[in-house]
């Protein structure tokens, strides 16, 4: 049990549609952070934001972008899906920024883009 | 740039064998290395970490890792498996991407252990 929880656990929706998941974090974690984990394969860094503010992204277009709250929960959205953005998707929120802060990772959110 | 390889996508063995899932990774700076467990439907938990000293880091589960910098491995290891190991496995190593820190992951090990 990590204390870092993500909504809704499954979604599926169709190609061109646009997408939110939410993320909240253990509180007093200032910084999350995004992965995509296609089948198989490890997860993928998409982006990191740190007191609301983008700290850093991945080799991922402009189409997925990211918010941050005061209340340590954020969201990731999705704009104009494609089929090949059906994944798990997966936030981890950290307590700062630095080079050996442990992520601790949510469940995820299975999206099925059809 | 930094990479992580796991040389075994999928690795068998019997309840209460001794098992090492292997990992190497590339970089051209100081890494720090970690081991995350996925079961089914869930999300990541952290094993172990190595961020400097002992090469050899205990971690929970009774799973331990040796880091050895000439090989540029990271190699996870337990004495005895139990049924409840079976997940998959993945090594990471933490890098940069601007100013934020993210995790590399390898594309995983398959632990299943047979009864």
């Known amino acids: 049990e990590t204390g870092v929880t993500q909504s809704p656990t499954h979604l599926i929706k169709t190609r061109g549609q646009q997408v939110t998941l939410r993320c909240s974090s253990q509180?007093?974690?200032?910084?999350v952070s995004w992965y995509q984990q296609a089948l198989g394969q490890g997860p993928q860094f998409i982006f990191q934001y740190y007191r609301e503010e983008e700290n850093g992204r991945g080799n991922f277009p402009p189409r997925f972008s990211g918010l941050q709250f005061p209340n340590y929960s954020s969201e990731l959205n999705v704009n104009a899906l494609e089929l090949d953005d059906s994944a798990l998707y997966l936030c981890?929120?950290?307590?700062?920024?630095?080079?050996?802060?442990?992520?601790?990772f949510g469940p995820g959110t299975r999206l099925t883009v059809l | 740039a930094q990479s992580v390889t796991q040389l075994d996508s999928q690795v068998p063995v019997f309840e209460e064998a001794p098992v090492e899932l292997r990992c190497n990774y590339s970089s051209s700076v100081s890494v720090y290395l970690f081991w995350y467990v996925q079961y089914p439907n869930q999300g990541l938990q952290l094993l172990l970490k190595y961020l400097s000293g002992s090469t050899l880091v205990k971690g929970i589960n009774g799973f331990e890792a040796e880091f050895n910098k000439s090989q540029t491995s990271f190699h996870l290891r337990k004495p005895s498996v139990h049924i409840s190991d079976t997940a998959e496995y993945f090594c990471?190593?933490?890098?940069?991407?601007?100013?934020?820190?993210?995790?590399?992951f390898g594309s995983g090990t398959q632990l299943t252990v047979l009864p």
């Open positions: 990471a190593v933490s890098s940069s991407s601007g100013s934020a820190r993210q995790l590399t």
């Open positions: 981890a929120s950290t307590l700062g920024t630095g080079i050996t802060d442990t992520q601790y």
């Open positions: 509180s007093g974690h200032n910084t």
